[in-house]
């Protein structure tokens, strides 16, 4: 079988899994649901395994594949086609987003055994890995954006799956209209694009790039930052980053799979995927370069002050994320890619890891009430430990190696891009300083009721299970927790995913040690055969203090977050009372929320009102609907009155306007 | 003999029908009245068919009286049916249709 007959395989099986579930739901008894969705995702990563093998077969010029199932329209200019591409590109995030994907179904498989929707559940997660696979293999713009809105549809569904808490619905609705956002500004894009391209097929396009347009040539440059709009309200870049704290009121294996591992790099791989486009307006691309920046060191900030322990974890992957499209916008793909790869691994973890917490708390979320659960969950406590190194970029976990290449290719492009470098490293520290805090306050210390119930044999259990943002009582039926809590020491499949994820996330990093492996650059350069920016190698000084540095900047931010809150937990207030303001930006998110509500909500809102009780009331009702209406009552008050009921009446009126006709005939002829 | 006098006695019996369908009130002298206003437009056809020296009037004349049979066959039921009805035989008191 050639390669894209495995790529159709690979989109296949997912779907199936959605109907089935979805169809079935009533006869699927137990856990069956949940293993008929782990068997399809992992059919899937089985049939992408196919694929590469193929692929690997074949000569490095030749592993671009396209595979066209069939013509939606074909007319004058359009070549809309079912089509998909096949290359090392697409298959490296196949391959991410179907392995983590499988470990987080066989995570979830436990993880919401006592849910009510425990089949609509996986239904849904089948429907996003599928929706997510046909964005990556999509082999034009078209079906880019089928993929890209489809996926936005199933965040919305796993984010508002507790449909009874309001928090959730409410998150739900931010989270699409953002992504709505962003799909209009990718369809806008695609539109500039395609006016001088004349193809919507990717590589069609990347071909004709060089002829039709000029080095930052202005509708290229609009284009590229439309279609970068896009990009970053899926990948929570600022300033459309508000809806991924948000989600976290989804399920935590629904924030593991969709806002960590796959969703929110779509973008980075929107980017990566078009970079010929990107490479040719370089002044869209910089400004992807210095948003990437802005949203790390932003969403670093935040996460010293989150308290809310899932939100910690989410601004440090928008902060991740930061760092990947600062990577893919610099140019450095297979370094923003290799991140990508590595921070799937262990930020699927860590939120495994924070959802068996949770599970312990009883759906408590808030750090301030957790600590000392280092006994009670010794399993979860080692595999939030291994996330979190990696995440800190401690050697020689997989985080210290993917962040430190990009640094170092950044800071290798020279100029203003040193700013980036010295910007990166400053999140590197903030990085190890937040999760780590998270980490000490959360298993260190004098443990908590729970900790102590669990150490006892025990399972906390809340009398009425509660909200846990608005404390408002839960409806059992639907939402977190239960009747019974699962956590990862107790449920074998839960221990098993995240174990796989734990060793991923320690070995993951040497598939490309500088100077001595390069398994993802030798990988990726097939699909960046045309790049100017991709091969290139940094002066070996560079790269040593670059190492040296992040590691440095790793251990002292653990060190930091040791002394200030282990060794010495009374610094944290003192630092919060000496350096007030900056405390209450942080916690307030930077005022992003406020800021778009006083921006585009209220005069959003204002401009409605204004509309509906002024416009609507007075042009709409009173012109337009009450003069159509005024033109057809006396019209119709004119034609009643004719209609005597007389029968004579009526015949002499038929006597006189044909006698009157007669008559006009004649004088007419005469 | 000049197509005139036809004209005159055709244009006569129509005005006579005409009248009776304005001034009377029972619907059967009414029907009677419309019947006159056919067959004086039946006069008028055939003495132009003569002048002519075609057939074509004369059947038209024959069809009118095919049609006029028809109609008198329905309004004659229909002033059967109000009949039995016990409503007034009196154009001018049906008047329901009013708008």
């Not at chain 1, 060191?297 to 935040?302: D, E, F, H, S």
């Not at chain 1, 337009?624 to 009126?653: E, M």
Request: glycine share 12%; aromatic share 12%.
């Amino acid at each position: 079988m050639s390669p894209t007959t495995y790529g159709w395989l690979v989109l296949a099986f997912p779907l199936a899994g959605t109907i089935a579930i979805g169809l079935g739901f009533k006869r699927l008894s137990g856990p069956a649901a949940g293993w008929i969705g782990t068997a399809a995702i992992f059919a899937s990563f089985v049939s992408a395994l196919g694929a590469l093998q193929q692929l690997l077969d074949r000569e490095p010029e030749n592993r671009q594949l396209v595979s066209s199932l069939w013509d939606y329209a074909r007319t004058v200019g359009v070549d809309a086609q079912l089509s998909i591409l096949v290359d090392p590109l697409s298959l490296f995030m196949v391959l991410v987003v179907t392995g983590v994907s499988t470990l987080i179904h066989l995570y979830s498989v436990a993880y919401l055994r006592s849910d009510e929707g425990y089949a609509r559940f996986f239904s849904f997660l089948n429907f996003f890995v599928f929706s997510m696979l046909l964005l990556v293999l999509a082999g034009n713009f078209l079906l880019l954006i089928v993929g890209w809105a489809f996926v936005g549809a199933a965040s919305y569904m796993l984010i508002s799956f507790w449909y009874r808490r309001t928090t959730a619905t409410d998150a739900g609705m931010k989270a699409f209209v953002i992504n709505v956002i962003g799909d209009v500004g990718l369809v806008l894009g695609t539109y500039f694009i395609f006016k001088h391209t004349g193809t919507l097929d990717f590589l069609g396009s990347f071909d004709k790039v060089g002829e039709v347009f000029g080095r930052n040539d202005g509708d290229l440059v609009a284009g590229c930052v439309l279609l970068l709009v896009g990009a970053f309200a899926k990948s929570a870049q600022i300033p459309l980053h508000t809806w991924l704290p948000d989600a976290m009121e989804g399920p935590t294996p629904v924030s593991a799979l969709i806002h960590a591992a796959t969703m929110v790099t779509a973008g980075v791989y929107l980017i990566a995927r078009l970079h010929p486009l990107f490479e040719q307006a370089p002044a869209a691309a910089d400004v992807g370069a210095v948003i990437g920046c802005l949203t790390l060191l932003v969403a670093g900030t935040i996460g010293l002050v989150a308290t809310d322990l899932k939100r910690v974890i989410a601004y440090s992957t928008m902060s991740q994320i930061g760092y990947m499209i600062m990577a893919v916008s610099a140019g450095a793909y297979a370094a923003g890619l290799f991140h990508l790869m590595t921070h799937a691994f262990f930020k699927a973890l860590l939120f495994m890891a924070a959802g068996s917490l949770i599970a312990a708390m009883a759906g408590e979320q808030s750090l301030d009430r957790m600590g000392g659960f280092r006994r009670a969950l010794p399993f979860t406590y080692g595999c939030f430990g291994v996330g979190g190194l990696a995440l800190a970029g401690v050697p020689p976990f997989s985080g210290f190696f993917s962040k430190d290449e990009i640094l170092l290719l950044v800071g290798d492009r020279g100029g203003w891009h040193w700013g980036l470098y010295v910007v990166g490293y400053i999140g590197a520290l903030l990085t190890a300083i937040y999760t780590f805090r998270m980490i000490f306050r959360a298993f260190l210390g004098e443990p908590v009721a729970p900790a102590r119930e669990l150490e006892q044999g025990h399972v906390h259990h809340a009398d009425t299970p509660r909200n846990p943002a608005t404390g408002e009582a839960e409806d059992a039926d639907v939402g977190f927790p239960g009747a019974e809590h699962h956590i990862a020491e107790r449920a074998g499949e839960m221990k098993g995913a995240m174990g796989v994820l734990a060793l991923l996330a320690v070995v993951g990093g040497f598939v490309q040690i500088p100077h001595v492996t390069h398994v993802v650059d030798d990988f990726l350069s097939p699909s960046f055969e045309g790049s100017a920016l991709y091969e290139r190698s940094p002066s070996g000084g560079l790269e040593a203090f670059g190492l040296i540095l992040g590691a440095v900047l790793g251990l002292a931010g653990i060190a930091i977050a040791y002394h200030v809150w282990v060794r010495r937990p009374g610094t944290a207030a003192a630092f919060q009372a000496r350096f007030a303001p900056l405390h209450r930006l942080f916690a307030g998110k930077w005022f992003f929320d406020e800021a778009i509500a006083a921006l585009v909500v209220r005069p959003a809102a204002w401009f409605g009102r204004f509309a509906q009780q002024s416009f609507e009331r007075i042009v709409v009702d009173g012109l337009l609907v009450g003069g159509a209406t005024g033109v057809v009552r006396a019209g119709s008050a004119a034609v009643r009155g004719g209609q005597s009921g007389f029968l004579r009446y009526y015949a002499a009126l038929v006597l006189v306007s044909l006698g009157g006709l007669a008559l006009y005939f004649l004088i007419a002829s005469a | 003999m000049a197509i005139g006098w036809y004209l005159a006695v055709s244009a006569f019996i129509f005005c006579i029908g005409a009248a009776g369908v304005l001034t009377r009130r029972n619907p059967l002298v009414v029907l009677l009245c419309l019947e006159l206003m056919l067959n004086a437009g039946n006069l008028a056809l055939v003495a132009f068919a003569r002048m002519w020296g075609n057939g074509d009037g004369q059947i038209f004349a024959l069809i009118v009286m095919v049609v006029a049979a028809c109609e008198v066959t329905i309004g004659l039921g229909l002033i059967v049916a109000m009949y039995r009805n016990r409503l007034p035989i009196d154009v001018d008191e049906l008047r329901e249709l009013r708008g």
